[in-house]
């Protein structure tokens, strides 16, 4: 069960987003993850766990300063597509995501990650009313061989799930919750 807040009778779903660390400057709303290689296309990512989320942190947020944060939201899930634990919304996003790369081939677009996204974020999603989108990131054992996610390769049997989300109304709170170094 994903870890919920309630605030005036509404539920939340709690999400972790990293950051590198900016000294003595907190963020006030998350980043924008643009780029053509976002798995679940361009928006705001976070961690429904904090451990993963002190992962990509010290994977990937720590290149200049050597110090990461991790930022806690309240995250309206209200109109997101649940891909990881809803039969209905996992074959929802398949079925979206089999249209956008047949609409691509047919055009004679080559399909890639980015433009899969892009053609979803820009022609389906909003016309759909989506907002966001719940779903497993895949784990393996690197790049750190002290970090186990499991002892029985390949059975990942945790997941590390991710949240999109495409609007900063989703956001009901956000503020730094850890600072670490590495």
């Known amino acids: 069960m994903l870890d919920r807040y ?9 999400g972790f987003h990293t950051q590198e660390h900016r000294g003595s400057i907190y963020l006030s709303n998350p980043i ?9 296309g361009v928006g705001y990512y976070f961690w429904v766990d904090v451990k993963y989320a002190e992962f990509w942190g010290e994977d990937f947020k720590v290149k200049n300063t ?3 944060d991790v930022y806690k939201s309240y995250l309206d899930d209200e109109r997101f ?11 929802f996003f398949k079925e979206k995501i089999e249209n956008a790369i047949q609409y691509l081939t047919k055009k004679g ?12 974020a820009d022609q389906v999603w909003p016309k759909l009313g989506i907002t ?12 750190h ?12 049997y945790q997941k590390r799930i991710q949240i999109v989300v495409f609007y900063e109304a989703n956001f009901n709170t956000f503020v730094p919750y850890l600072k670490k170094k590495t």
Do not use: Q
């Open 145 to 156: 061989k002290s970090r186990i996610y499991s002892e029985v390769e390949p059975l990942y």
């Open 81 to 91: 597509i649940n891909a990881s634990f809803s039969e209905e919304g996992y074959f």
């Open 109 to 120: 677009i080559n399909v890639s990650l980015d433009k899969v996204h892009r053609f979803l």
């Open 66 to 68: 050597g110090f990461y």
């Open 6 to 14: 309630t605030k005036h009778k509404k539920k939340y779903i709690i």
């Open 132 to 143: 966001g989108i719940i779903y497993d990131d895949l784990p393996h054992n690197v790049p």
């Open 32 to 40: 924008k993850c643009k780029a053509s290689n976002a798995w679940l």
